[in-house]
């Protein structure tokens, strides 16, 4: 403002006043461009990047509990495995446990397919979700383009 007033003194000092309005006006002009561009930034940009952002932070917490859940089942199974081996003492016993191993492969494959099957469904939610965003991105830049 004091640079326009210092270019302009000869027209400021005859009448200042509609000089100082009319800065005041650009000024606030400009001050509503701008808001009008950030909010526009923010809904188009900011917000659909917070929303893809929480989808995936969402995501790899679930697929975390899966792998947890998952170690924590092996390392059950290896630990029981471990005493059982160490209560081996005679043929009998031994037999029991390479019985037991048989079942504990069939359980374990079992598992590891319940295990998939969960990161499976877990992916497709996730691209269900993806592509929800994407589509409610669209329709609200198709409005806003509608309506300038």
Known sequence: ML???????????SDPEPQLQSIFKVTHMSNETIQQFSDQASKFFV???????????????????????????????????????????????????????RKLAEEIGQRAKGEAEKVV????????????????SAREFGKVAQSK
């Open 47 to 101: 917000d659909p990047a917070r929303a893809y952002a929480g989808l995936g932070l969402d995501y790899f917490e679930k697929l975390v509990n899966i792998q947890f859940e998952a170690a924590k089942a092996n390392t059950e199974t290896a630990l029981k495995q471990a005493r059982a081996a160490l209560d081996i003492k005679d043929q009998k016993d031994f037999q029991s446990y390479v019985e037991g191993q």
């Open 3 to 13: 640079c326009y007033c210092a270019l302009h003194q000869d027209e400021v000092a």
């Open 121 to 136: 469904a877990l992916n497709q939610e996730l691209a269900q979700n993806a592509q929800k965003l994407a589509q409610d």
